[in-house]
């Protein structure tokens, strides 16, 4: 007895769905990301107004100065959706995990000097409070943005920024022997500190601000860029002449998330400074707006830290940088 196996070849009617294959151009076959992300907003056919602010819609192009034709022009260059972004950050976490058991294991932290622990626990420690406001941040840039490719970014974000303040925190219960005293120390110095008094009031600020894309530009380019220039590269430099090398295996997870985010943040920028001069020159100056009072206000805690000349050469840095990202975005600064 002859068994003979056939094969068919099913073509399929189509190759995606009608409005992604209109945004291709073709039918053709399209990636997960552009089939879970291409006009899942609803448009039309709103129900009732929010019943907190009546003069908009619940998804409404008006909430912001920038003018685009489609929002959708604007996509992550990091192709997440939220399966990607789960398992990416899943990978993240495994590796940040077995870096605290390394470090724990063997008491690392002890050979840091008590000087520098406690410039871990007044100038690193607060920082929690820094990314929790970068949280808040990021919820009301993802709730107010326009379009499921601005608005998924700007959620992914605020959960990062959750993720990373827990991780902070660990820290400082591993420095303190999970009894937390390095924790209330540090709320302490967030709420009354002079040198972090400057910084806590740039967050609260931006807490009210108007525009969600302005708000973008505050928290995900002027002020993170001075916030992990001078936290994950300064202080983590300054800290490993130190004995400090155990917490930048710590930080590594930090280090890498910001070298990912910058990615999608600068993208925003560009593909709107793109649309049109008026876009670009208002992201212009509100860049140049938020990158002086980041500046401005983190300079009293990086001189109290570093030292002036350190704190002179971080800046020097970080605003050469911004420059660079600047420019490529397109802007005029």
């Not at 192009?61 to 990091?78: F, G, V």
């Not at 993720?163 to 540090?186: E, F, H």
């Not at 740039?202 to 002027?222: G, P, R, T």
């Not at 805690?301 to 971080?314: D, I, M, R, S």
Request: proline share 2%; charged share 30%; hydrophobic share 40%.
């Amino acid at each position: 007895m002859s068994l003979e196996i056939k094969t068919s070849v099913l073509q399929p009617r189509r190759n995606t769905y009608a409005n992604v294959a209109e945004r291709l151009g073709a039918d053709k076959p399209a990636t997960r990301y552009e089939e879970g992300t291409f006009d899942i907003q609803p448009t039309d056919n709103f129900h009732f107004r929010p019943t907190w602010d009546s003069s908009r819609e619940l998804y409404d192009k008006n909430l912001t100065k920038i003018k685009m034709e489609d929002w959708y022009s604007y996509r992550d260059p990091r192709q997440y959706y939220y399966g990607t972004y789960t398992i990416a950050r899943s990978r993240m976490m495994e590796a940040q995990e077995k870096n605290f058991s390394f470090v724990e294991k063997r008491n690392l932290l002890d050979s840091i000097s008590d000087e520098w622990k406690e410039k871990v626990g007044y100038f690193f420690l607060p920082l929690r409070h820094y990314e929790w406001g970068a949280n808040m941040n990021n919820s009301d840039f993802s709730d107010r943005s326009y379009g499921a490719s601005v608005s998924q970014v700007g959620i992914f974000a605020a959960m990062d920024r959750l993720g990373i303040a827990q991780i902070i925190s660990r820290v400082g219960l591993l420095l303190d022997g999970n009894s937390g005293t390095s924790l209330t120390k540090a709320k302490d110095y967030w709420l009354e500190d002079e040198a972090w008094q400057p910084i806590r009031k740039m967050v609260e600020d931006s807490f009210v601000l108007d525009d969600w894309f302005e708000l973008h530009i505050a928290q995900n380019f002027c002020m993170d860029a001075i916030v992990y220039g001078l936290t994950y590269d300064a202080f983590d430099a300054a800290i490993a002449a130190h004995n400090g090398a155990a917490l930048s295996m710590l930080n590594e997870f930090m280090v890498d998330w910001y070298a990912e985010e910058k990615k999608w943040a600068d993208n925003l920028l560009k593909v709107c400074a793109a649309e049109s001069d008026e876009n670009k020159a208002l992201i212009s100056d509100w860049v140049k707006k938020w990158r002086a009072q980041a500046e401005e206000a983190f300079t009293p805690l990086a001189q109290k830290t570093l030292g002036e000349e350190a704190a002179a050469a971080a800046f020097e840095a970080i605003n050469a940088d911004l420059d660079k990202r600047a420019k490529k975005a397109g802007l005029e600064l």
